[in-house]
């Protein structure tokens, strides 16, 4: 895989901020993330009026991961690197529930842009839970 290119994903999270749906919080999120393909997916926050059923900016970045990744049965497309921005465009980082989504779908290598720099999964969400702790221990 090429360098990521940090100034073009943050240009694609400014983009899907955009497009968020954020008329009751008025705080529009953008995310947008390199995949192992070479494709670059993103995603925006859409609230709802019964607001705990909103859908983060993260969320709407992984249902696009999945919605236009291999149908084929093959290997899961995997988030390489993933940029979050707030309205004015500046880094924003993803609240708890979106960093176990994000690790999920990336893993512990996965790359983030936080407030304090470019951070993988491993120490943005230390110790983390994850499909590897369902296998059953003998």
Same mark, same amino acid.
């Not at 943050?10 to 995949?35: C, D, I, K, N």
């Not at 465009?89 to 512990?108: A, I, K, N, S």
């Not at 951070?119 to 230390?126: F, I, K």
């Given at each position: 895989?090429?360098?990521?290119? %940090?100034?073009? @994903?943050?240009?694609?999270?400014?983009?899907? =901020?955009?497009?968020?749906?954020?008329?009751? +919080? /008025? *705080?529009?999120?953008?995310?947008?993330? &390199?995949?192992?393909?070479?494709?670059?997916? /993103?995603?925006?926050?859409?609230?709802?009026? +019964?607001?705990?059923?909103? $859908?983060?900016? #993260?969320? +709407?970045?992984?249902?696009? &991961? !999945?919605?236009?990744?291999?149908?084929?049965?093959? #290997?899961?497309?995997? $988030?390489?690197?993933?940029?979050?921005?707030?309205? !004015?465009?500046?880094?924003? =980082?993803?609240?708890?529930?979106?960093?176990? &989504? @994000? %690790?999920? !779908?990336?893993?512990?290598? =996965?790359? &983030?842009?936080?407030? /304090?720099?470019?951070?993988? =999964? /491993? #120490?943005?969400?230390?110790?983390? *839970?994850?499909?590897?702790? $369902?296998?059953?221990?003998?």
């Amino acid at each position: 895989m090429n360098e990521i290119d %940090w100034p073009a @994903l943050r240009t694609a999270a400014r983009a899907a =901020m955009r497009r968020a749906y954020a008329p009751y +919080s /008025s *705080f529009p999120v953008g995310a947008a993330a &390199l995949v192992d393909d070479g494709r670059t997916v /993103s995603g925006c926050n859409i609230e709802n009026a +019964s607001y705990g059923v909103g $859908l983060c900016a #993260e969320c +709407s970045l992984v249902s696009a &991961l !999945h919605g236009e990744g291999k149908a084929d049965g093959g #290997e899961r497309p995997r $988030l390489v690197a993933v940029a979050v921005v707030d309205g !004015h465009g500046d880094p924003l =980082m993803p609240c708890g529930r979106c960093r176990q &989504l @994000l %690790w999920e !779908h990336g893993g512990p290598a =996965m790359l &983030l842009e936080t407030v /304090s720099g470019i951070r993988p =999964m /491993s #120490e943005v969400l230390p110790d983390a *839970f994850g499909p590897d702790d $369902l296998i059953e221990r003998a």
